[in-house]
């Protein structure tokens, strides 16, 4: 099993988080807005932190989680990165946090849990990350909302299934979704993610459609037809500065 993976400017171990590096996580980090201050709300990893870092060259951000390991692990990652002295990691909840903080970040991003109503997992580090029972949606959108500056933008990612309870946390919080991207894994499958744009004030919201991959057939040299799957042009540019090679491999997200 892959102790973690090496992008272009960073090393991410992921052997002491219950939640692994994956697409998610990549789509996240390269989609969402920045601003001189960031928080990442439920870093595990460090991952979506390190890739704003990156992105962001006079940003700082705050990367929060609840969970030890995770905060311990996005540690180590930030301190063999290069951007050591623009990322600082704490171990609170979100709620915790919330409570010291005020109007002050230009931009809030999470790849929340999202399970609502599916069995408890017995690891309770990996059922943390994946249950809303650890930060539930209307916590993460009057936190953020709280923490935010006028002008500020959460930027979230989760399954297309979750849109509607996010709609209604909103409505309730007086918040608006102003874009959202729906991300599709191939492109003869339905959406199975979302990527939202929410902020204070209302505006005309923008929406469109992402592929991931492309899969396509080739002859081999025994004239069998061999399935083979590449990146799409889309996922290509929004993450030539990230993966290594733009060619997907078993090394990488």
Same mark, same amino acid.
């Given at each position: 099993?892959?102790?973690?993976? /090496? ?6 171990? =992921? ?7 994956? +697409? ?12 001189? &201050?960031?928080?990442?709300?439920? +870093?595990? #990893? ?6 704003? *870092?990156?992105?962001? +060259? ?8 609840? %969970? &030890? ?9 930030? *301190?063999?990165?290069?951007? #050591? ?5 704490? =171990? ?11 109007? =002050? ?14 069995? @408890? ?5 990996? @059922?943390?990350?994946? &249950? #809303? ?16 500056? %006028? ?8 399954? #297309?299934? *979750? ?10 919080? @007086? ?25 204070? &004030? ?6 469109? +459609? ?14 069998? !037809?061999?399935?083979?799957? /590449? ?14 090679? =733009?060619?997907?491999?078993?090394? !990488?997200?």
């Amino acid at each position: 099993m892959s102790t973690g993976f /090496q992008f272009q400017q960073f090393y991410v171990r =992921h052997d002491k988080c219950a939640m692994k590096v994956g +697409t998610d996580g990549v789509l996240l980090g390269a989609l969402a807005t920045g601003g001189q &201050h960031i928080l990442d709300i439920g +870093t595990g #990893t460090g991952l979506c932190a390190l890739m704003l *870092a990156q992105r962001f +060259t006079d940003a700082c951000i705050t990367a929060i989680d609840i %969970d &030890h390991d995770a905060c311990q692990q996005a540690t180590e990652n930030v *301190a063999n990165s290069p951007f #050591t002295e623009r990322i600082k990691v704490l =171990h609170t909840s979100l709620r915790e946090y919330a409570s010291t903080c005020d109007g =002050h970040y230009d931009s809030i991003i999470s790849n929340p849990p999202f399970f609502e109503e599916s069995l @408890n997992c017995p690891d309770k580090a990996r @059922n943390d990350a994946r &249950h #809303t029972s650890s930060l539930p949606f209307s916590e993460l959108i009057s936190c953020s909302k709280q923490m935010l500056t %006028d002008d500020g933008t959460l930027t979230l990612i989760l399954p #297309t299934t *979750a849109l509607s309870r996010i709609e209604s946390e909103c409505s309730y919080n @007086n918040m608006f979704i102003v874009r959202k991207i729906f991300i599709c894994t191939t492109e003869k499958k339905a959406p199975k993610r979302i990527v939202l744009y929410i902020r204070r &004030h209302r505006a005309p919201v923008e929406s469109e +459609t992402q592929t991931l991959m492309v899969k396509g057939s080739r002859n081999s040299m025994v004239n069998v !037809q061999c399935s083979i799957v /590449q990146r799409t042009p889309w996922y290509e540019d929004l993450t030539k500065d990230f993966y290594l090679s =733009h060619t997907p491999s078993d090394k !990488q997200p």
